[in-house]
């Protein structure tokens, strides 16, 4: 599998499981192969917000690693990818990858995504925010990383919350130039053109 057909999904424990189920569901349709880790509160939220098993989970991704796995694969920069999504991102995962504290093996990943000049995109997710919340997020990205907090996009007239989920996840996925053939884009559609 060539490196731009490879794909790290990481699974952290904000609000938004979603998010990164669809992710994987899209890059799946996309041809891409996906690497997933998914934290032990990424879990908690999965038990929460789906009907679906850690098994079911992992069955979305082709490899599944263990957060504890810090010598799998996406640990090291010789594994080539084209990048690693986040989604949702706590904003505990954010601070440790703001500041290198590559404490489990999707902190570690991210770290090394951003080490070898990868695409690294954190759909952090939490509201209001605090100063040191946004100094984790300028610190990520002076390293390279790309902040993209999942905020729906009103002007496509979403009509129900998976429109809302599928938008955001297919915006991620191009942000590392994985096509996405029904995303809506604006000025794409006869009526915005008038
Ligand atoms: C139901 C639920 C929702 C949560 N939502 C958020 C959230 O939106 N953003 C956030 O930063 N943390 C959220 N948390 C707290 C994180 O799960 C917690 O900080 C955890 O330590 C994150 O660990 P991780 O980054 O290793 O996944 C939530 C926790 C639960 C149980």
Request: proline share 6%.
């Amino acid at each position: 599998m060539s490196e731009a057909r490879r794909l790290v999904v990481g699974i952290s424990g904000a609000t938004g499981i979603a998010y990164g189920v669809r992710v994987l569901e899209l890059a799946r349709k996309a041809g891409v192969e996906t690497h997933l880790v998914v934290t032990p509160a990424g879990q908690q939220t999965r038990a929460y917000e789906t009907g679906m098993s850690a098994a079911d989970l992992a069955a979305m991704a082709d490899v599944t690693y263990r957060p504890a796995d810090i010598g799998a694969a996406i640990a090291s920069g010789s594994f080539r990818t084209a990048g690693m999504i986040v989604a949702p991102c706590s904003i505990r995962t954010l601070s440790a990858v703001a500041y290198a504290n590559n404490d489990n093996l999707l902190t570690r990943a991210a770290d090394v995504t951003l080490k070898e000049r990868r695409r690294l995109v954190l759909m952090v997710r939490e509201t209001p925010l605090t100063m040191a919340h946004l100094r984790a997020m300028t610190a990520v990205t002076e390293t390279g990383g790309i902040v993209m907090p999942p905020v729906p996009a009103f002007y496509l007239n979403p009509e129900t919350v998976s429109d809302i989920v599928d938008h955001t996840a297919g915006r991620a996925l191009d942000l590392l130039g994985i096509d996405v053939p029904d995303l809506p884009r604006w000025g794409e559609t006869p009526t915005e053109r008038k």
